[in-house]
Every structure is written in C-alpha cells, then in structure tokens.
C-alpha cells in the first residue's frame, strides 16, 4: 500500500508559517493584500475565488475584489491593472484566465500589463523567464506546479539525481515543473502527446507528475514499486462512487491499479489542488516582505 501524500498535512503547516509571517507584518504596519481580477463569473472562477477568500482570511491575508462584467472590453481590463499596480496597498493579484472569448487575441497583452512583482500565478512573460531562469525576484511560479514542489519538500522526498518525468507541456504546469525539478536536481523528462512509449518512459522514473489532464491515463502499465506519483490533474469521473453518488472528480491516475504499487501517490481529491491556494498566499506574503 502506497503512502499517500496529503495535501491537508502540508496546507496545515503552510497556514501556520504564514499566520506568524502576516502577524509579524501587520504589527510593522504592513497588511498583506491580494488583488483577485475576474472579468465574468465562470463557475470555475467564482469557486477557486471563494476557496482563496477563505484561505486568506485565515492566514491573515486582505483580499480586494474587483469584477468586471463578462462583456468588459480590453480597455477596462488594462485601466483595472493599472489600478492595481499603482496601489502600493496591493501586494499581489490573481487574475482569473482564460478571459472571455472577445479578449482572447488580447490576453497577452492584457497579462503582460500587470507588474511583475505582484504576478502571483506566473501570469507575464518575466515571471515565466523567472522560473526558467531559477530567479526569485521576477514574479513568482504558478501556483499548481508551486504547490507539488511544496509536497515533495514536506514528505522529504528529495530529486537531487532521481529521473523524474512530468506528463504535459503546458506553461501554467508541465514545462515550470520540469524546470523547478531540474532546480532540485533532478534529471527531467517531459512526455507529451507526440512522446513515443510514454509509459516505458515513465516505467523507468523514480518521481512521476501527471499533469495530461486524461482520466484514466496513467495506468499500472506506467509505473513499478519504488515510485513518487504527484497527480496534478483533476478530471469529473462519472463512474466514481462518492458518499454524494456517483460521479466525482479524479486525477490522472487509475488510483485502484497506480496506488498498490507505487511506493507514494497524491490522491485526488485531497492532493495537489488542496494545496494551490496556500501557495498562493504564500507567495503573497514574500511579495508583502520584499516590499
């Protein structure tokens, strides 16, 4: 039986580091503030938002809100992240992406706007420079491949000279977790959807993350004993059974096949999403002391 690596044992000592960091803050005067940014209110959205109000009311983090209606044109998105960045009050932002169709030629643009140092999700192109450049004064790196290099540190699970690979290229997760592995030494393979014999691949790593987004496709035939599997990605299942019913999210990983065998797995729920929005108070209390 694999461990299994929760994320509520590490978002539980998060929020304890950072209730002391925002407490000693607050008494030089400084109240640590995020900006959450939400141009329409996609379920998605409104459900991570209200998660990170009430993760930041209890780490002592400020939040402001500004929303803006789903038919907001580029104009009065750019005039909001001028806002924000003039606000010397706001020490980070979440801006809510994809933006609405009509926006989408401009979302680079629109990204690229906000102020590198109150980037808290790896929004602009500095920020991503940053995190493949192993800076720490560009921005911060997103706050999902964040939050699995969070889980590997709290279970001392070291990478210096394992063979990791990461399923998925994407820049919010699959290409800054390959670097911030390669920054804890490990030697990195990234498998794709064009990748040839993935599972032979992944068969001969020591520390797996699976962020395909694929239910189902990580099975028994990717893994061996000995392995750290961080299922990053979270998929609806209709066929889970619940204490709710049938139908519920999972990850990447055919967690009945994966977990016998491998010597460590994140579950989904309970695992890497739980602790993304730690993170991201994390980063926003660092960007609150470097001010």
Known sequence: MA???????????????LQTRTA???????????????????????????GATKRAELVGVEVKKFELPADASKADVLAVIDQVNADDSIHGVLMFRPLPKHLKADQNEICNRLDPRKDMDCMTHLSNAGVFEGLNNLGYAPCTPAACMEILDYYGIDCKGKNAVVIGRSLVVGKPAAMMLMGKNATVTVCHTKTVNTAEICRNADIIVSAAGVLGSLTKDFVRPGQVVIDVSMNWDPNKVTSKGVGGMSGDAVFD???????????????????????????????????
């Open 24 to 50: 000693a803050l607050r008494e030089k005067g400084i109240v640590p503030t995020l900006a959450i940014v939400r141009v329409g209110a996609d379920p998605s959205d409104l459900s991570y938002e209200k």
């Open 257 to 291: 096949e994966v977990e016998p065998i491998v010597d460590a797995i994140t579950p989904v729920p309970g695992g890497v999403g739980s602790v993304t929005t730690s993170v991201l108070m994390k980063h926003v209390v660092e960007a609150a002391e470097k001010r």
């Open 3 to 17: 461990k299994l690596l929760l994320g509520k044992e590490v978002t539980d000592a998060l929020n304890a580091n």
